[in-house]
């Protein structure tokens, strides 16, 4: 098994462009986030999904979108790109919501730079 | 401000040195994980303590839940290059299903 992957590894944007940021699990799991991660902040909550075709916001929604079409796949939408975005992007998949003592399966993440 | 402190922020030791990273909040947990993450790579699960007063060891990594379950610790005894990473704690609250995280630890050990 693969896990969690995602894609590009890195991209850099101007700032007002658009990207999808890819991530796709193959272990069957209905839950899935996505995370960003900046320098002493800890991991911040975008968005999650309980399965395909529902999805909810996290902690930090505004200037995201998802989707969730499958099971496998939940990719994250930005739209007019600001330098605020700046950050390291994670998906994760888990296979129950999140409990006490749920594991998340992180994917290798996406840099991504807004200038 | 983060719900969960971590200290310190950074620890650089010689290999065969012992290390304790802390993880601190004024919050209550149901549970709390330990998660360690290598440079461009997502984080990994290394333990889920869920009861306040739990110790759990993982070979040379012993980790801690306060009794009052606001706080937790990692202690890593004789550390080797190879523990090189980021640590970052995780908190999960029952009461609105959140799941929160640390800043982490930096951690490096020397040969």
């Known amino acids: 098994n693969a896990g969690v992957t995602q894609t590009p590894k890195f991209r850099i944007l101007k700032i007002g462009q658009s990207m999808t940021l890819q991530c796709t699990q193959d272990m069957n799991h209905n839950y899935m986030y996505w995370y960003r991660q900046d320098p002493g902040m800890g991991l911040k909550l975008i968005y999650y999904s309980v399965g395909a075709g529902i999805t909810d916001k996290g902690e930090v929604p505004n200037g995201y979108n998802v989707s969730r079409s499958t099971t496998e796949d939940f990719p994250l939408r930005l739209e007019l790109a600001a330098p605020s975005q700046t950050s390291v992007y994670f998906c994760?998949?888990?296979?129950?919501?999140?409990?006490?003592?749920?594991?998340?399966?992180f994917g290798p993440g996406t840099r991504l730079t807004v200038l | 401000t983060q719900l969960l402190e971590q200290s310190p922020q950074f620890l650089s030791i010689q290999e065969g040195e012992n290390l304790t990273v802390y993880c601190n909040s004024s919050?209550?947990?149901?549970?709390l994980q330990w998660y360690r993450q290598e440079p461009g790579e997502g984080p990994v699960l290394l333990v889920t303590?869920?009861?306040?007063?739990e110790v759990k060891k993982l070979k040379r990594l012993t980790f801690q839940f306060g009794d009052a379950r606001k706080d937790s610790s990692l202690h890593i005894t004789a550390a080797q290059p190879g523990d090189t990473g980021l640590y970052l704690c995780a908190g999960f609250r029952s009461n609105d299903y959140k799941l929160s995280f640390g800043a982490g630890t930096t951690v490096t050990v020397r040969a």
């Open positions: 919050s209550v947990f149901s549970s």
């Open positions: 303590v869920v009861t306040g007063g």
């Open positions: 994760a998949s888990s296979y129950s919501g999140l409990a006490g003592d749920v594991e998340q399966f």
